[in-house]
């Protein structure tokens, strides 16, 4: 069973910075994707960012140039760098992997507020 845990999330003002981390407790070069989703209060969640097994990045369009997202396989650990963070990106933000078999996994999520 594969577990996704996440940290790094907490409260911060509008133009910080937040770097979220997602431990996997198995290889992360085993999954077809890993990344991130969030959702707001009110919203259906969706993709921030994330690799694919085929060297595709993807970002959201609201986050492009603000977020980056990378890893360290070594650590079987995932990353999201937030810049410039906006009350916009207030959002509970989950970290998934998608296995060969096309299994979703998920974290169980770390709150992102950004308030003044």
């Known amino acids: 069973q594969v577990q996704l845990v996440e940290s790094g999330g907490g409260l911060v003002q509008p133009g910080g910075s937040l770097r979220l981390s997602c431990a996997a407790s198995?290889?992360?070069?085993?999954?077809?994707?890993v990344g991130w989703y969030r959702q707001a209060p009110g919203k259906q969640r969706e993709l921030v960012a994330r690799?694919?097994?085929?060297?595709?990045?993807n970002y959201a369009d609201s986050v492009k140039g603000r977020f980056t997202i990378s890893r360290d396989n070594a650590k079987n650990t995932v990353y999201l760098q937030m810049n410039s963070l906006k009350p916009a990106d207030t959002a509970v933000y989950y970290c998934?992997?998608?296995?060969?078999?096309?299994?979703?996994?998920w974290g169980k999520g770390t709150l992102v507020t950004v308030s003044s």
């Open positions: 198995g290889s992360i070069l085993s999954f077809n994707a």
């Open positions: 690799f694919t097994k085929s060297g595709i990045t």
């Open positions: 998934t992997a998608v296995s060969v078999l096309s299994l979703d996994y």
